[in-house]
């Protein structure tokens, strides 16, 4: 017997190295598969034209102004995830676990692997993990009503931009966002007035809400830390904003902000549904419809602007993101 456990022992030591190789090569096939579309897609949108000339030609002064802004957006989503979290946070360390999630999206879909860590990173120090799951269930929660708040604002003054210029392209993605936004109005006032809708209604986001409600009450009893992780939730979407803005001065066109901002709030959320690793493939293409459609620019010159906005906000985070989560790991924090 035991002689049996003595040979079992080799393998055991050897075994940890395999996964990691595996990742490796499965992260490789990614960015190869990613690149290898990008490049067709960019082909056929521009058959008669090089693609990747406009990316050439682009203002180094605007493409560093966009890179600016995507590390804003990770200091501001540093803020909002401190902001609704009662207890301390080391922020050096939060910022890293910021970064990390970059990397962990890239690799899994729908950004699952960005909650995975962040509600691990709450559990190890010392958060139990239902009020660790509550504190990242408020910060979604407060995030969609304020992301519905700007796609509000954003599509008023986009609608007042083009009813004011002479512009004739149709604000078509306005007006589908102003019927959506009535829609939702108005499912909601239908689900309270019938009271079958109503008590189905309750029973599916009654246990939802019984570990959120109580985390919120402990953050109101903390203003400060509230209107930080708020103030992180609008400056992350209008960083996002900013930074698509930037990338589409950089090729030479100057759109309204407020149509760039709709298109980056719509599209980004529309195309982040589709269930491939960073969304992958469906935030290019909705996204640069949006784009087209909100600032009057063409398909091929939206796409070209969309994956500059990529390559700085998913792409270029992955090395320092895996530097993060590999740094949290040795540490213990996550």
Request: with cysteine.
């Amino acid at each position: 017997m035991p002689e049996a456990v003595q040979q079992q022992d080799p393998p055991e030591s050897a075994e940890p190295r395999r996964p990691q190789r595996r990742r490796l090569r499965a992260l490789l096939a990614l960015f190869g598969g990613a690149a290898a579309g990008y490049l067709l897609v960019l082909q056929l949108t521009s058959p008669n034209n090089n693609p990747l000339a406009p990316l050439a030609r682009a203002r180094p002064e605007w493409v560093a102004l966009a890179l600016l802004c995507a590390l804003g957006g990770l200091v501001a989503a540093t803020m909002s995830y401190a902001g609704f979290v009662p207890e301390r946070l080391d922020p050096w360390r939060t910022f890293l676990l910021q970064v990390a999630g970059g990397f962990a999206n890239v690799v899994t879909p729908v950004g699952l692997g960005g909650l995975a860590i962040s509600t691990r990173f709450l559990q190890r120090i010392g958060i139990s993990p239902g009020q660790a799951v509550s504190s990242i269930g408020v910060a979604q929660a407060v995030g969609l009503v304020l992301h519905l708040l700007l796609t509000g604002v954003f599509g008023y003054l986009t609608t007042v931009h083009y009813r004011a210029s002479t512009t004739h392209v149709s604000p078509l993605l306005v007006d589908l966002v102003l019927a959506v936004l009535a829609a939702a109005v108005l499912l909601t006032l239908v689900a309270v007035a019938v009271p079958r809708l109503r008590r189905w209604l309750a029973g599916r986001v009654a246990p939802l809400l019984n570990g959120v409600l109580p985390r919120l009450r402990d953050l109101l009893h903390q203003p400060g830390k509230l209107a930080v992780g708020v103030s992180g939730q609008l400056l992350v979407s209008l960083a996002a904003s900013s930074c698509l803005y930037c990338c589409v001065l950089a090729l030479g066109r100057h759109p309204g902000f407020a149509a760039v901002a709709l298109a980056t709030l719509v599209g980004g959320a529309l195309g982040s549904a589709v269930p491939t690793p960073g969304g992958i493939g469906g935030v290019e293409v909705v996204l640069a419809g949006a784009l087209a459609q909100t600032a009057a620019l063409s398909y091929d010159t939206a796409l070209v602007a969309v994956l500059l906005y990529r390559l700085l906000t998913l792409w270029l985070p992955v090395l320092p993101g895996w530097l993060a989560f590999v740094w949290l790991q040795r540490h213990e924090r996550l």
